[in-house]
């Protein structure tokens, strides 16, 4: 089995993850287009790298990560709902190049909202459980490949009125704990199945955790001083050369 493959979707995944641009759409446009074996169970294992990377990144503020932990559970819970009751509908019917698109699109606008509407001029202090509720209905859609977990969560800290970076920092650290359930729970699943050896998931691990503490380091370092606008530019651009490919 040829290993390049999952080095790029490790990288593809770890640079998407944190970016508002997908990462469950880019692995299914990629796997499509490219004939690159992936399948959900894969997609989640090498997302445990993302994980990683968020534990080596935030390690020095475990202390202020502590202070957030139950606004933490409180966001990650409508998402493990979603997905515990929901993931045989997506894995059956959503992962399609098309309904990436649409999702692509589609879900720009909370990006747009917020980036529009948002006061952003509040710091984490400010959150609450019901925004941290709130928080974590936005994240539930995640599940819909195309819409993007961080996208739609930093969306979420936006309207709510957190500043770009903490609406950030947030979305990290909000969904951790989906990120480590459902990469735990599906890389069991491979293990079980033995549907993709274990070493190929191991190489696309260790490429998502590098490429996802660097995808979180720009993100950070860039909404300081830019907007969100360039991401949902790309958004809508991919969808509509996704569409336009299958036109063609």
Request: charged letters at 10%; aromatic letters at 14%; zero cysteines.
């Amino acid at each position: 089995m040829d290993y390049l493959y999952p080095l790029i979707l490790g990288l593809i995944q770890g640079l998407t993850e944190f970016l508002p641009i997908s990462s469950t759409g880019h692995l299914v446009l990629i796997a499509k287009f490219f004939h690159i074996p992936s399948n959900l169970a894969f997609d989640a294992f090498i997302h445990l790298g993302s994980f990683l990377a968020i534990l080596i990144y935030f390690w020095k503020d475990l202390r202020e990560i502590w202070s957030l932990k139950w606004y933490i559970i409180v966001s990650a819970i409508p998402g493990a709902l979603a997905g515990f009751t929901l993931e045989h509908l997506i894995e059956n019917h959503l992962r399609s190049p098309l309904m990436v698109a649409f999702f692509l699109s589609f879900m720009s606008l909370p990006l747009l909202l917020g980036e529009r509407f948002g006061k952003k001029e509040n710091t984490l202090r400010a959150l609450s459980f019901s925004k941290a509720l709130g928080i974590g209905l936005f994240q539930a859609l995640a599940l819909l490949p195309g819409t993007s977990r961080s996208g739609i969560t930093i969306s979420a800290g936006l309207i709510l009125g957190l500043k770009r970076e903490d609406s950030a920092r947030y979305s990290f650290l909000a969904g951790a704990p989906l990120i480590l359930g459902a990469g735990l729970y599906e890389g069991l699943k491979l293990i079980k199945t033995n549907s993709i050896p274990l070493t190929y998931a191991l190489t696309g691990f260790f490429s998502s955790a590098l490429f996802s503490f660097l995808a979180i380091a720009f993100l950070l370092n860039f909404l300081k001083k830019h907007s969100l606008y360039p991401f949902i530019l790309y958004r809508i651009l991919l969808a509509l050369l996704v569409v336009l490919i299958y036109i063609l």
